[in-house]
């Protein structure tokens, strides 16, 4: 196998600009397999960051930061004003959990921003979250998302992505 041999096919996820460093870097790794097994290590462990590199449709699609910042700054007042879960929030840091939600969005949407809260599990360890507190949320952020207008179709892209986190919230 020759390095020459690699093409990078051209997907929705990888614009051409990024596309040209990691076929580089693979053409580099296939001279030095040793290389190639670390990249695919790096690749695999991930981070809560996303590179340049990423695709930010959704990112885009919730309206970059200043959009996401609207939809939190929105959900932060339905979570007060909302009796089940207004409770959770009684003395707790607001501007630092406004500040996690819109790095977690921008994160998750693809955006060039890095999450530095910790984790969900550490985050809500001994809060007694319910499935109906976190179902409330869920309502709360639609809501929230619907006042700034964005779409039905992007909403549940952003959901699907916090979906799976429930498990690291909610005690049972």
């Given at each position: 196998?020759?390095?020459s041999?690699?093409?990078?096919?051209?997907?929705?996820?990888?614009?051409?600009?990024?596309?040209?460093?990691?076929?580089?870097?693979?053409?580099?790794?296939?001279a030095?397999?040793?290389?190639?097994?670390?990249?695919?290590?790096?690749?695999?462990?991930?981070?809560?960051?996303?590179?340049?590199?990423?695709?930010?449709?959704?990112?885009?699609?919730?309206?970059?930061?200043?959009?996401?910042?609207?939809?939190?700054?929105?959900?932060?007042?339905?979570l007060?004003?909302?009796?089940?879960?207004?409770?959770?929030?009684?003395?707790?840091?607001?501007?630092?959990?406004?500040?996690?939600?819109?790095?977690?969005?921008c994160?998750?949407?693809?955006?060039?921003?890095?999450?530095?809260?910790?984790?969900?599990?550490?985050?809500?360890?001994?809060?007694?979250?319910t499935?109906?507190?976190?179902?409330?949320?869920?309502?709360?952020?639609?809501?929230?998302?619907?006042?700034?207008?964005?779409?039905?179709?992007?909403q549940?892209?952003?959901?699907?992505?916090?979906?799976?986190?429930?498990?690291?919230?909610?005690?049972?």
């Amino acid at each position: 196998m020759n390095a020459s041999d690699f093409t990078l096919p051209m997907t929705s996820s990888l614009r051409p600009a990024c596309a040209r460093p990691l076929l580089e870097a693979l053409r580099v790794a296939v001279a030095r397999p040793v290389l190639l097994i670390g990249m695919a290590f790096a690749l695999a462990a991930g981070g809560a960051s996303r590179s340049a590199c990423a695709d930010d449709t959704l990112y885009r699609q919730l309206g970059e930061k200043a959009g996401i910042d609207k939809i939190v700054v929105g959900l932060m007042a339905r979570l007060h004003a909302d009796p089940r879960t207004s409770e959770y929030f009684i003395n707790a840091p607001d501007r630092r959990i406004r500040e996690k939600l819109d790095e977690q969005i921008c994160v998750l949407g693809g955006g060039p921003c890095t999450y530095t809260g910790r984790s969900m599990k550490r985050s809500h360890a001994g809060e007694k979250i319910t499935m109906a507190a976190f179902n409330a949320l869920v309502e709360d952020l639609q809501d929230s998302m619907d006042e700034n207008d964005i779409p039905f179709r992007v909403q549940n892209k952003l959901l699907a992505l916090f979906a799976p986190m429930y498990r690291d919230i909610v005690e049972n």
